[in-house]
Structures are given as structure tokens and as C-alpha cells.
């Protein structure tokens, strides 16, 4: 996440540059996102949020309480598809916000044409909901029935659990903004899920409250840059 310590001088540009760069891939190939999303979840990594979760005694009790908030949500099927694309267009919604008319319409103008370009976040979202499906449906059928199979997928699912409450705790430090506006609906929770996918526009919202809104600007100056020469 972008750290608003490391911006002075050059530094600040080119961390907006990174952040464009990275919403201009997104905004133009949505393909690149189903590749983002099969990397957020792996199993060497979910078996390294374990181990940490398991030595990490301080925090045990709290993830315990997080634990017990997880299960509710998910006998709420929070892992459906229209929870995980109303966290992703939250993100949007406040991504948007900071957009003047202008510049929103520039930059979805420079995709398509001026209509069917105002859809194109409608896309990004429908795409990441179903490789965030796909992904999960997929270690999903991993489950087998000897034993072998049933003892992986539990410390798996013991994995993802570890891992998707350290980067709720993660966001809510490095992002609070969007954490204020995933956890009333317990979003917070899967966002580890599609975090790859949406990082650069909640770096764009982040940067937009800590530094203020010409930073925000210059973010879509270059996307729209790149856009047009395209």
C-alpha cells in the first residue's frame, strides 16, 4: 500500500506513476484480472499465514473473536457473488467520487465510445466476481475423500482464514477509508480475495485523503494520458 511517508520530491511521482500505470492495465485489458485474482490465493502462502497465526500468541485471542465473525459471515453466504461485487463497486463508488465529470468522462471516453465506456467499471467489477468465484469454486473441488485430502483442505481453509484476517487488519491501518466502508457488511473479511484487482484504486483513494486531491488528479492525468496516446 502506498505509505504517505515516502512522498517527497521525485519519490511522490513516481509512486503516482506506479499507481496509474497500474489502474491503466486494469481499466484496459479487465482479462489481466482473472491472473491477479488466481494469485491472491496459493497454498504455500495460506499455509504461511497459519504457521504465523499459530506462534503469533498475542494475537490469538483477538483472532479468535475475528474467527467467530468469519463464521456468521459466511453462514450469511458472504462468499456469493453479489457480496463480493458489492465490496468491489464500494471501492469503485468511493474511487468515483474523487472524479471530477470531466475526468471521468475523459478517461472512459479514451476506452470506448462515451456510452458503453461509462459500463466499463461495470465490467472490471463483474469480471473480478467471477475469478474471485472461479478461484474459490476451484480449491473448493480440491477437497477429497480420503483423509490426505480432508486434513489439506483444513489447514488450507485454517490458511485463508489467518490470512484474510491479517489483511483486514492490514487494510484498516494502511487503508482505514476502505476499511470504514467494508466492515459494517463484514467485507473486510473476503477483501484479501480481490485485493490484487482493486489495490491501485485504493492506493488512488488513499493517496486522495492523506495528500489531497492534486496528488488524486495527477493519478488521472496519467491514466488519461496513456489512454488518449493509445
Request: glycine share 6%; no cysteine; hydrophobic share 45%.
Amino acid at each position: 500500500m502506498v505509505d504517505t511517508a515516502i512522498f517527497v520530491g521525485n519519490i511522490a511521482t513516481d509512486d503516482v506513476k506506479k499507481v496509474a500505470n497500474r489502474i491503466y492495465d486494469i481499466i484496459v485489458s479487465p482479462g489481466v484480472i482473472p491472473g491477479l485474482i488466481n494469485g491472491a490465493l496459493t497454498v504455500p502462502l495460506d499455509l504461511g499465514y497459519l504457521a504465523r497465526g499459530y506462534f503469533n500468541t498475542d494475537s490469538r485471542f483477538a483472532h479468535q473473536t475475528q474467527r467467530i465473525r468469519m463464521a456468521e459471515a459466511i453462514h450469511n453466504d458472504i462468499l456469493n457473488y453479489d457480496h463480493i461485487t458489492n465490496a468491489v463497486e464500494k471501492i469503485f463508488e468511493k474511487f468515483d467520487k474523487y472524479l471530477t465529470i470531466s475526468q471521468q468522462d475523459s478517461v472512459y471516453r479514451s476506452v470506448v465510445s462515451s456510452i458503453a465506456g461509462r459500463l466499463i467499471t461495470a465490467k472490471i467489477i463483474s469480471t473480478i466476481g467471477a475469478a474471485v468465484l472461479t478461484r474459490v469454486s476451484f480449491i473448493g473441488a480440491k477437497t477429497a475423500n480420503n483423509w490426505i485430502g480432508r486434513v489439506t483442505m483444513v489447514l488450507l481453509v485454517g490458511g485463508m482464514a489467518e490470512r484474510s484476517i491479517s489483511v483486514s487488519e492490514e487494510l484498516a491501518i494502511k487503508a482505514p477509508e476502505i476499511y470504514e466502508l467494508l466492515r459494517p457488511h463484514d467485507y473486510d473479511l473476503t477483501y484479501f480475495l480481490f485485493e490484487p484487482a482493486v489495490k491501485p484504486f485504493v492506493e488512488a483513494v488513499h493517496i486522495a485523503n492523506q495528500l489531497g486531491q492534486p496528488y488524486f488528479n495527477k493519478v488521472i492525468e496519467i491514466v488519461e494520458s496513456k489512454l488518449n496516446a493509445k
